[in-house]
């Protein structure tokens, strides 16, 4: 068995010894990136938010008429917030450089008239900053609520526009 064509082939055992390969660069690179990815994974970790979608079956249903039972909603607009309960709307606030502190405490105030106090909903209207949303969520966590649900509120939901 050869290598090559014609005149020229070599014999395999022509060929000499096996190449050593040095991985010597391979190593200095891996032993700088990986510390740096691993650092990398706890900034990621730290920067991710926690949110769910709103259930429509578990333990929070109302055993009567096998509805979900009512959360607290913040309903987020351009123009105002909004804090719901069921088809109640309990606060309304125009949104303005202390709108925020206000809502922070109006949730505080309301909290004890709720069934689930550890839960709530963050409904978000259309053309609404994500930093809103992100600022309301905490504003809900600093309240003592654990779970924070995140949907959507459209402008009229019969239609779903």
Same mark, same amino acid.
């Given at each position: 068995?050869?290598?090559?064509?014609?005149?020229? $082939?070599?014999?395999?055992?022509?060929?000499?010894?096996?190449?050593?390969?040095?991985?010597?660069?391979?190593?200095?690179?891996?032993?700088?990136?990986?510390?740096?990815?691993?650092?990398?994974?706890?900034?990621?970790?730290?920067?991710?938010?926690?949110?769910? /979608?709103?259930? +429509?079956?578990?333990? !929070?249903?109302?055993?009567?008429?096998?509805?979900?039972?009512?959360?607290?909603?913040?309903? %987020?607009?351009?123009?105002?917030? @909004?804090?719901?309960?069921?088809?109640?709307?309990?606060?309304?606030?125009?949104?303005?450089?202390? @709108?925020?502190?206000?809502?922070?405490? $109006?949730? @505080?105030? !309301?909290?004890?008239?709720?069934?689930?106090?550890?839960?709530?909903? /963050?409904?978000?209207?259309? +053309?609404?900053?994500?930093?809103?949303?992100?600022?309301?969520?905490? %504003?809900? $966590?600093? +309240?003592?609520?654990?779970?924070?649900?995140?949907?959507? @509120?459209?402008? +009229?939901?019969?239609?779903?526009?």
């Amino acid at each position: 068995m050869g290598i090559g064509k014609g005149k020229n $082939r070599l014999k395999i055992s022509d060929c000499g010894e096996a190449v050593d390969v040095d991985v010597t660069p391979m190593m200095n690179v891996l032993m700088i990136l990986l510390p740096v990815l691993i650092s990398m994974a706890v900034f990621t970790k730290v920067a991710m938010i926690q949110f769910s /979608v709103p259930p +429509n079956v578990g333990t !929070h249903l109302n055993s009567d008429n096998g509805k979900p039972k009512l959360k607290m909603t913040v309903v %987020i607009a351009k123009e105002f917030y @909004a804090i719901t309960y069921g088809e109640k709307i309990l606060d309304s606030i125009v949104s303005n450089v202390n @709108a925020e502190t206000i809502l922070s405490g $109006r949730i @505080a105030s !309301h909290k004890s008239s709720f069934d689930i106090q550890n839960e709530a909903v /963050v409904a978000v209207k259309d +053309n609404v900053d994500f930093q809103r949303m992100v600022r309301v969520m905490d %504003i809900c $966590r600093e +309240n003592g609520f654990e779970k924070i649900g995140v949907s959507g @509120a459209p402008e +009229n939901p019969d239609n779903g526009v």
